[in-house]
């Protein structure tokens, strides 16, 4: 949402400053969030993490805790037999960290929200698999974090995190199949997180990553239809048609 502050010439820095806050609140995305259509089915984008942990209370980056995560948009369709749109994912984790560690769990927001009646028919229930199989609604992030729309780790647990994942210097595969009400055809995701275990820094060996991702970017090898096997017998029917007619002419 773009607003033109000429107008707001005579107004007070703390006036302004309440103009800007309202302009802000009314952009229902935040600069970061990542938007996906039904068209965007075969493009990508990439969230590089940093690594950080709580020491003596006060959040501290850790040196050498990395890692990152390409999403690829595998679906995105409607079954209006169940009312539910379904949007498909594949992400790939690579711990990128100089340090002994481990990624043990992944979680963004999405808006809208999937559906969380965990009591929902099975059709209705978002799910991954892969290096991560249990996917949790609403869970809990430390490190002042709080409450995520989704994450998805090893373990029931609210706190997203678990055994598994992916150690430093290795990558794995995940598929999310996230499960909509109703016909959508946007969606919005941003808050990219990471949760990191198994390393040692200060005391330390449990901490949290963020990250910003990058532009969305097309399906490189798109799809391109395949002739019709009509197509050969109508251009030898139109050859053969034109040779007849030059010998009719001559």
Same mark, same amino acid.
């Given at each position: 949402?773009?607003?033109?502050?000429?107008?707001?010439? /005579? #107004? !007070? *820095?703390a006036?302004?400053a &309440? @103009?800007? =806050?309202l302009? +802000?609140?009314?952009?229902?995305?935040?600069? %970061?969030?990542?938007?996906?259509?039904?068209g965007?089915?075969?493009?990508?984008?990439?969230?590089?993490?940093?690594?950080?942990?709580d020491?003596?209370?006060?959040?501290?980056?850790?040196? /050498? #805790? !990395? *890692?990152?995560?390409?999403? &690829? @948009?595998t =679906?995105f369709? +409607?079954?209006?037999?169940?009312?539910?749109? %379904?949007?498909?994912?594949?992400?790939?984790?690579?711990?990128t960290?100089?340090?002994?560690s481990?990624?043990?769990g992944?979680?963004?927001?999405t808006?809208?929200?999937?559906?969380?009646?965990?009591?929902?028919?099975?059709?209705?229930?978002?799910?991954?698999?892969?290096? +991560?199989?249990?996917?949790?609604?609403?869970?809990?992030?430390?490190?002042?974090?709080?409450?995520?729309?989704?994450?998805?780790?090893?373990?029931?647990?609210?706190?997203?995190?678990g055994?598994?994942?992916?150690?430093?210097g290795?990558?794995?595969?995940?598929?999310?199949d996230?499960?909509?009400?109703?016909?959508?055809?946007?969606?919005?995701?941003?808050?990219?997180?990471?949760?990191?275990?198994?390393?040692?820094?200060?005391?330390?060996?449990?901490?949290?990553?963020?990250?910003?991702?990058g532009p969305?970017?097309?399906?490189?090898?798109?799809v391109v239809?395949?002739?019709s096997?009509?197509?050969p017998t109508?251009?030898?029917?139109?050859?053969?048609?034109?040779?007849?007619?030059?010998?009719?002419?001559?």
């Amino acid at each position: 949402m773009l607003l033109s502050f000429s107008k707001f010439r /005579g #107004l !007070t *820095s703390a006036a302004l400053a &309440t @103009v800007a =806050g309202l302009a +802000f609140l009314l952009d229902p995305h935040p600069a %970061s969030a990542i938007q996906l259509t039904t068209g965007d089915i075969g493009s990508s984008f990439t969230v590089i993490f940093n690594g950080q942990a709580d020491i003596r209370n006060t959040l501290t980056t850790v040196p /050498g #805790l !990395t *890692s990152k995560i390409t999403y &690829t @948009v595998t =679906g995105f369709s +409607f079954d209006a037999g169940t009312n539910v749109t %379904s949007l498909l994912l594949t992400g790939l984790l690579e711990n990128t960290s100089t340090i002994a560690s481990r990624v043990s769990g992944v979680a963004f927001d999405t808006d809208p929200d999937i559906i969380q009646d965990k009591n929902a028919p099975p059709s209705q229930l978002s799910t991954v698999s892969g290096v +991560f199989t249990n996917l949790n609604i609403l869970g809990i992030y430390p490190n002042g974090i709080g409450t995520v729309d989704l994450c998805a780790s090893n373990s029931n647990g609210n706190g997203c995190s678990g055994n598994g994942g992916v150690t430093d210097g290795q990558s794995g595969s995940f598929v999310l199949d996230l499960k909509y009400l109703g016909n959508i055809s946007s969606v919005s995701l941003d808050n990219f997180l990471v949760r990191y275990q198994s390393f040692n820094f200060r005391g330390a060996s449990s901490g949290t990553g963020t990250g910003t991702p990058g532009p969305l970017v097309p399906n490189p090898d798109p799809v391109v239809p395949e002739p019709s096997p009509l197509f050969p017998t109508l251009a030898l029917g139109l050859c053969l048609g034109g040779a007849m007619l030059f010998r009719r002419t001559v």
